[in-house]
């Protein structure tokens, strides 16, 4: 298995930028499809994006295409959540997941076996 930790949330104004990282450790950090989520107060779980095992393959929700760009460094064990023009809207605990299909692009949380802790971002209008 493998242990998730999001780092990189903070309070940002509208408009400014934000890039959250996923560290993890454990099994080979490759084996996995790599997603990011977001829980915002009062609100279930959302997709934010997905990425296949090398990077090939990227897919974003609606919401964000354009503004986020998820990337991962296998050498750094590391996923990476680029965000820009952020948003009051875009406030939230954000999540990264693993997913053991590592070639499958998913949206849904329940494909998803490992979770990170979360980290908050907040943007002020």
């Known amino acids: 298995q493998v242990q998730l930790v999001e780092s990189g949330g903070g309070l940002v104004q509208a408009g400014g930028s934000l890039r959250l990282s996923c560290a993890a450790s454990g099994r080979t950090f490759s084996s996995y499809a790599m997603g990011w989520f977001r829980q915002a107060p009062g609100k279930e779980r959302e997709f934010v994006a997905a990425i296949t095992w090398n990077g090939g393959s990227t897919y974003y929700a609606d919401s964000v295409k354009g503004r986020f760009t998820i990337s991962r460094d296998n050498a750094k064990n590391t996923v990476y959540l680029q965000m820009n023009s952020l948003k009051p809207k875009d406030t939230a605990v954000y999540y990264c997941?693993?997913?053991?299909?590592?070639?499958?692009?998913?949206?849904?949380?329940?494909?998803?076996?490992?979770w990170g802790q979360g980290t908050q971002v907040t943007v002020s209008s």
């Open positions: 997941a693993a997913n053991n299909n590592r070639q499958r692009i998913a949206a849904r949380s329940r494909e998803y076996a490992y």
